[in-house]
Each structure stands twice: as structure tokens, then as C-alpha cells.
């Protein structure tokens, strides 16, 4: 549906070891599921090199889970946002953060990112910033990383995209 929505003609989406999906010469997308959700985004290929999603039931992550995923700097946030907001499971927010930007990461580079190679910032509006902790290739280092989380329907939903930096940004 959202190739048609392209202009494209609808076509399967097979996937590379490992479930990445392979989009169309020109395309770029993301896709998640979890019970009872499925979603994909798409667009043409351009300033807007990459996306990833992630969507994941809005409850707290399973016991030591977090301290597993977590660097300190994000341990930090989700206690004080929690402390602000006890009714979202940050932690899951993190934990999807964490997920989408592998997603986003992985058409770019090849390659895999451990959850301690990017450093996801929340905010309580619902914005999210990365900083990458590894090392970088260039497909990366000349990106403009941004993101979006929320919760929606008992689901934590983030989306996370990286576009050409530009001088009038």
C-alpha cells in the first residue's frame, strides 16, 4: 500500500538475513509489528536517507532488561522522567528508541549497532535525540539523526529518520 501510494507498483517485500527488509531501487522504509499492530513507512529515496520504526505494547520492559540496554546518561533520563510521569514505561520508550534507530542504521551501514553504539536522549514532549557512541562511517557521520516517540492505543510508537544535512538547517 505504501508503494502504491508512491506512484509504485505494489510489489512483496522480501527481506536479507536477519528480517531486513529490501525496498525497491529508490526507496527507502521501515516496518514493525507487535500483537495486534503492524506498520510500515516509505518514501522515495533523497535528502531522506533512511527511517526506522518500532512499536512495542506501552508496559514497563521485563526485570533488568533496562540496565542491560541502557547507558548511564539514559538511566538517568528514564528515572527522572519517570519521577515526573509515572504512568509511561520510559524504559519501553528507550527500548523502541533503541530499536528504530537500529532499524534506520542498518540500510546505511550493513552493519549491526549494539544498544550501547547510540546514546537516545527523551524528552518528556516527545522528542528524542541520538548521539552515536561508535564509531561512525561516513553514510552516518553526514546525517541529520531525528525522532519521534509517543504512546498511542497502549502502544509505545517511535520513528526515527536521517536526512542530508543542508546550510539552512
Known amino acids: 500500500q505504501g508503494l502504491a501510494l508512491l506512484g509504485l507498483p505494489p ?5 536479507r538475513p536477519g528480517k531486513a527488509p529490501i525496498w525497491p531501487e ?4 521501515s516496518m514493525t509489528h507487535c500483537h495486534g499492530y503492524r506498520s510500515a513507512a516509505v518514501a522515495r529515496a533523497g535528502p531522506l536517507r533512511t527511517i526506522g520504526l518500532d512499536a512495542e505494547p506501552a508496559q514497563a520492559l521485563p526485570a533488568k532488561v533496562l540496565a542491560r540496554i541502557a547507558l548511564p546518561a539514559e538511566l538517568a533520563t528514564v528515572t527522572e522522567l519517570a519521577a515526573t510521569d509515572p504512568t509511561t514505561a520510559f524504559d519501553r520508550v ?5 530499536e528504530a534507530v537500529f532499524k534506520a542504521w542498518y540500510p546505511l551501514t550493513r552493519t549491526g549497532l549494539g544498544f550501547s553504539g547510540a546514546e537516545i536522549t527523551l524528552r518528556p514532549a516527545g522528542g528524542l535525540e541520538i548521539i552515536f557512541r561508535c564509531e561512525t562511517p561516513v553514510e552516518v557521520r553526514n546525517l541529520t539523526w531525528s525522532g519521534r516517540w509517543g504512546i498511542e492505543g497502549g502502544l509505545t510508537l517511535v520513528g526515527v529518520w536521517a536526512s542530508e544535512e543542508s546550510p539552512s538547517r
Open 11 to 15: 510489489s512483496a517485500i522480501p527481506s
Open 26 to 29: 529508490g526507496v527507502i522504509g
Open 94 to 98: 528507550l527500548f523502541c528508541a533503541k
